[in-house]
């Protein structure tokens, strides 16, 4: 079996167990706004990160228990464009605090992340950065960027993100005016199509509104028109606080 088929069963053996796994609640993560859980998937030796709908705190400008839907469209998205940074993300409807995400919970060591990343990691960061502007990520604080023991980048924490209006806030601002590289240009490009039809589009409809899936599409063919990563605005925050 070559790497990349182990690579993919892997990936669907996780995929079935967050799915399917029994989910045992083993600890709560305590630092955050709204209630999450570290989980055990019974008979497969995964964590994962659950967060419960109904633990969300109530938020003015996003409407109620829709942030666990957002983390999955994050990860469909981050899978679509061929990046792989958001960790396997599932709904569950049966979690044990009632319907919720499900996050594949990565081993990583949390002195590291971006205000610790040595100038090699962070130029590492540029598909980071362009998700971000999709995403319209209001809240990318440096300890949402975490580094594997393989030295692989994963982003986490994407609940309050797709709104229809511009709410950006993000770290990672390094590639201001730099022009996007042919590669990820391409993978924009092919990303279009799937937003306006087909099975991307009807999953992503699963979790966002209709108004915020037109927005993310403009936010899309923007990027495309101009080719490079833009400055932060002059006339409001643009980097969340606090920034770690």
Known sequence: MTSSSEALLKKQQVFE????AQIEVVGQFTWGSNYTFLVELADC???AVYKPSQGE???CDFPPETLAGREVA???LSEALGWGLVPPTVYRADGPAGPGSL????AHDPELHYFTFDDA???????TALLDLLLNNADRKGGHILLDAADHIWLIDHGICFHEEPKL???VWDFVGEDLSPDLMADLRALAPRLAAGRLRDELSEYLADAELEALSQRLERLLADGCYPAPP???RAVPWPPV
Do not use: K, N, S
């Open 17 to 20: 167990a967050l799915r399917a």
């Open 45 to 47: 030796g995964l964590e």
């Open 169 to 171: 806030r993000t770290v």
């Open 57 to 59: 705190r109530p938020l």
């Open 121 to 127: 990691t962070r130029q590492r960061l540029r598909p």
């Open 74 to 76: 994050a990860y469909l």
């Open 234 to 236: 002059d006339d409001e």
């Open 103 to 106: 996050q594949l919970r990565i």
